[in-house]
C-alpha cells in the first residue's frame, strides 16, 4: 500500500493540476457538449482530465485500482488492502459550461471505505486544497505555499449561520430544512468548492438533498474532515465508500467544527 506521505500528496497534487491545464485548454475555446444516459452533460475537458489522470495514477500506485466517473466499467473493486482511487476528472460540468469558473479536479484515496487523503483543484479559480490523514489540512495559494486550514466552530448565539447551497440543483426540501435552521445566511456555489470552503471556515454548513456520486465527495470529505468539520448523513453517520457498486450517495451535509446536526 502506498504510504500518505507530503511527497504523495504533491504527486497527486501536481497530477490535478496538470488535469487542470488540460481542462482549461478547453474552457479558453469553443467546445462541444454531449450527454450520458443520466442526461449529465460530458464534454472533451472531461474526457482529456480522467485519461491524464488514469495515466498519471497508475504509474504512481500501479497495485492501486482506480474508480473514475468516466471509466465506471474498469473498476472491478478495491484491492486487497481495501484501497483505491476515487476521481471525478471535471467535477461541476454544468459550471464549466456556463464559464463561471466553479468546477473542479477532484481526486481522493479510500482506504477500507474511508477518504484518507483528498486533493481538490480549482484551475479557473488557481487554487487547490489538499489533506492526509497524519498532516492535516491544506489550502494551496498563488505562490505555492501550503497554508493550514480548520473549519469555523458553529455562529455565537444570535448570529446567522452561513449557509451554502448548490448553484445548479436547487431541491425544494432546502427551504424546509433553512426554516428549521433559524436564523442564516445563503450562498450558492458550484462543485466540490462548498465543502472546501466549509474546510477553511468561510462557511458553517452544507446541506444536500438530491443525488451525488462518490466521486463528488471522497476528495472534498477528507479536506473536511482533517480540517476539523464532518460530512455526514442525516442519520449522522459518516458518509462510507465502502460499496463502490452503489455509486450514489444519500443526502448529508458538510459541517464546519463541532456543529451538531438538526
Not at 481526486?107 to 486544497?129: D, F, H, Q
Not at 458553529?154 to 446567522?160: A, D, F, H
Not at 459518516?238 to 446536526?261: H, I, R, T
Request: glycine fraction near 8%; charged fraction near 20%.
Amino acid at each position: 500500500m502506498p504510504t500518505i506521505t507530503k511527497a504523495l500528496l504533491k504527486s497527486v497534487e501536481q497530477l490535478a493540476w496538470e488535469a487542470g491545464e488540460a481542462i482549461m485548454l478547453v474552457y479558453r475555446r469553443d467546445f462541444a457538449v454531449e450527454f450520458k444516459a443520466d442526461k449529465s452533460p460530458l464534454t472533451e475537458a472531461d474526457k482529456a482530465a480522467h485519461e491524464m489522470i488514469a495515466r498519471g495514477l497508475q504509474a504512481l500506485t500501479p497495485d492501486v485500482p482506480i474508480l473514475s466517473e468516466e471509466d465506471t466499467q474498469s473498476f472491478k473493486g478495491a484491492n486487497a488492502q481495501g484501497l483505491y482511487w476515487l476521481v471525478d476528472p471535471l467535477d461541476g460540468t454544468k459550471e464549466f459550461i456556463k464559464r463561471n469558473d466553479e468546477f473542479t479536479v477532484n481526486i481522493a484515496l479510500i482506504e477500507k471505505g474511508r477518504p484518507v487523503l483528498g486533493v481538490v483543484v480549482a484551475p479557473a479559480l488557481k487554487l487547490s486544497y489538499l489533506a492526509a490523514e497524519s498532516l492535516g489540512a491544506f489550502k494551496v495559494d498563488a505562490d505555492g505555499q501550503w497554508q493550514p486550514i480548520m473549519a469555523s466552530l458553529p455562529p455565537l448565539s444570535g448570529q446567522p449561520w452561513r449557509v451554502l447551497g448548490s448553484r445548479s440543483h436547487a431541491d425544494s426540501r432546502l427551504s424546509a430544512w433553512l426554516g428549521e435552521l433559524g436564523k442564516h445566511e445563503l450562498r450558492s456555489m458550484g462543485s466540490s468548492l462548498k465543502a472546501c470552503f466549509i474546510a477553511e471556515g468561510n462557511a458553517d454548513v452544507y446541506p444536500r438533498f438530491g443525488p451525488t456520486s462518490l466521486w463528488d465527495t471522497g476528495a472534498a470529505q477528507a479536506v473536511v474532515e482533517q480540517a476539523g468539520g464532518r460530512v455526514v448523513t442525516f442519520d449522522n453517520q459518516p458518509l462510507s465508500y465502502a460499496n463502490p457498486e452503489q455509486v450514489l450517495n444519500p443526502d448529508f451535509m458538510v459541517w464546519g467544527k463541532s456543529a451538531s446536526p438538526r
